[in-house]
């Protein structure tokens, strides 16, 4: 008997057509998002989960999911939507999808940069609304991002790709990681012990360090104020790891030039605030949102949950 496998969300179609060859999986057709309630009624024939960040995986929906579950094989690098103590207490695999979407979420870090910098919101309601009448060298003045100073909290795969990305922009990059990274990964990049000794040397900061309880609401006031004047913040990492009232009161006030945002505390009800302001480029969520890198995220979270049904150890175990 193929093992069944409860898909919460709708798949790319390489990816289900491969889990329809290996597996029996209950697929989501419609893409409902589905409320915990659910997915433990679901999971009662299932064998193996296969979820999105969009299902949270509480100590109570893990305690209460059926014994057979062996496994959460997440389509999804980030995996603070599973609490990962509870799943190891359960006995519980717990896996994720590194490195592949890496590409795709360095490239829309720079749109967010970008789009920040040079104003793209304001360009294009714009135009879309047919509110643009002229031409002037005052017009949309935006501000450069070729040759300023990137500072990334978190210089993981992601990170350090983005890394890779911004030199080509002349940028000087700067970072602070739990750990320093291999000098040889760094490519040139100075490592600051501290995020506060990062700040004062971002013209640019990108945030793309792990959602956890030590990295809620790291950039805060306190931590603004060490920014230059006109710095631009950007984050495609998770939305926790802002302190919304502390940025949006930094945009109203032009401590920060910009802000360019793909993920929020409480999406997708976002602080409201942000949809006021001129100055901050929004985006839904769409990191990874590529038609290549949600293939590979797909066959990688297969690939775990091959080797779990194998009897192998997983590539991408977290628990
Ligand atoms: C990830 O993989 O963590 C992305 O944010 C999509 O869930």
Redesign the pocket.
């Given at each position: 008997m193929k093992p069944v496998i409860l898909v919460t969300r709708k798949l790319p179609e390489a990816v289900e057509d491969r889990l329809r060859r290996d597996y029996q999986p209950i697929l989501n057709p419609t893409d409902t998002l589905y409320s915990s309630a659910d997915i433990i009624n679901m999971a009662a024939e299932a064998d193996a989960i296969l979820p999105?960040?969009t299902e949270k995986f509480s100590a109570e929906v893990i305690e209460r999911l059926p014994a057979r579950i062996k496994a959460i094989a997440n389509f999804?690098?980030?995996y603070d939507h599973v609490d990962v103590e509870a799943a190891k207490k359960r006995g519980l695999i717990v896996t994720n999808?590194p490195d592949v979407?890496s590409d795709a979420t360095a490239e829309l870090t720079m749109m967010l940069m970008l789009g920040a910098a040079r104003r793209a919101s304001e360009g294009e309601k714009l135009v879309r609304t047919r509110e643009w009448k002229d031409w002037s060298p005052s017009f949309m003045v935006g501000i450069q991002v070729t040759g300023k100073r990137l500072g990334i909290v978190g210089f993981g795969r992601v990170g350090q790709v983005v890394a890779q990305r911004a030199r080509a922009f002349d940028m000087t990059i700067h970072y602070h990681n739990r750990r320093r990274v291999d000098p040889q990964l760094e490519g040139g990049a100075t490592y600051h012990e501290s995020v506060e000794a990062l700040m004062p040397h971002c013209d640019f900061l990108a945030l793309h360090c792990v959602a956890s309880p030590e990295t809620a609401g790291l950039l805060n006031k306190e931590r603004i104020a060490m920014l230059p004047d006109g710095a631009v913040v950007v984050n495609a990492s998770r939305g926790t790891v802002i302190d919304d009232e502390a940025l949006i009161e930094a945009l109203k006030s032009g401590k920060l030039y910009a802000a360019g945002l793909d993920?929020f505390n409480n999406e997708p009800d976002i602080n409201p605030a942000y949809r006021e302001l001129d100055n901050v480029f929004l985006m839904p969520?769409i990191?990874?949102a590529t038609r290549e890198t949600r293939d590979a995220?797909g066959f990688r979270a297969l690939d775990n949950l091959d080797a779990i049904f194998s009897g192998r150890e997983p590539g991408d175990r977290v628990a």
């Open positions: 999105c960040h999804s690098v980030g999808t979407l993920v969520h990191g990874s995220m």
